[in-house]
């Protein structure tokens, strides 16, 4: 008997596994495929309260775009992409699609990740990759340490140390960003009251 191998590209792997798992979140990260399930409740109410807060502020009047889980085109690797919790965009930032609903990274001013089970992508592996891709701003709103980690300023490929933000606190908004906004850190955390 013949046994046929079939053999498909890292990006096909990728999109195999996107539609046989409903709910996950699929990315190519430095090369390798890396499946996230399903976030919780607060983890989403955090994100709700975001676009929440950005409507409150006027951020669309400002030339911005706050949205959810669209892709961001990476430039380690031929396949790579990430698809953040949470982005402030460029207003034409869909002009700057490349393949696959994924976006040019120079139209990302602020990109935010919510920690998760998987939460040493969010606060190691993205570090470095969003670093290398010259996002501006990075949120990380680390669950697991109960702490919020904001980057900014990449140069030559790296952050500098991140400012630390705890419980009790709020995070100013990188004016680069466009806006002028104070995050709670325990609404970050936990989700909307």
């Given at each position: 008997m013949a046994?046929?191998?079939?053999?498909?590209?890292?990006?096909?792997?990728?999109?195999?596994?996107?539609?046989?798992?409903?709910?996950?979140?699929?990315e190519i990260l430095n090369g390798s495929i890396v499946v996230t399930p399903p976030p919780d409740g607060p983890h989403?109410?955090?994100?709700?309260?975001?676009?929440?807060?950005?409507?409150?502020?006027?951020?669309?009047?400002?030339?911005l775009r706050y949205v959810q889980g669209i892709g961001l085109w990476l430039?380690?690797?031929?396949?790579?992409?990430?698809v953040p919790d949470f982005s402030v965009v460029d207003a034409d930032y869909k002009d700057e699609l490349v393949e696959k609903n994924c976006y040019?990274?120079?139209?990302?001013?602020?990109?935010?990740?919510?920690?998760s089970s998987n939460w040493t992508n969010d606060t190691a592996t993205k570090v470095d990759i969003y670093a290398r891709s010259g996002i501006p701003v990075y949120l990380v709103a680390d669950r697991k340490h109960d702490e919020?980690?904001?980057?900014?300023?990449?140069?030559?490929?790296?952050?500098?140390?991140?400012?630390?933000?705890k419980r009790g606190q709020t995070v100013p908004v990188p004016e680069s960003v466009g806006i002028t906004l104070d995050l709670s850190v325990d609404t970050l955390l936990d989700g909307d009251d």
């Open positions: 046994v046929m191998v079939h053999e498909s590209t890292l990006a096909e792997a990728a999109d195999r596994l996107w539609e046989e798992l409903p709910g996950h979140r699929v989403q109410e955090t994100l709700t309260w975001l676009i929440e807060e950005f409507v409150r502020i006027r951020a669309r009047q400002a030339g430039p380690t690797g031929p396949d790579d992409y990430a040019a990274p120079h139209v990302f001013r602020l990109v935010l990740e919510v920690t919020v980690l904001l980057y900014t300023d990449p140069a030559d490929g790296k952050y500098p140390d991140p400012v630390r933000f």
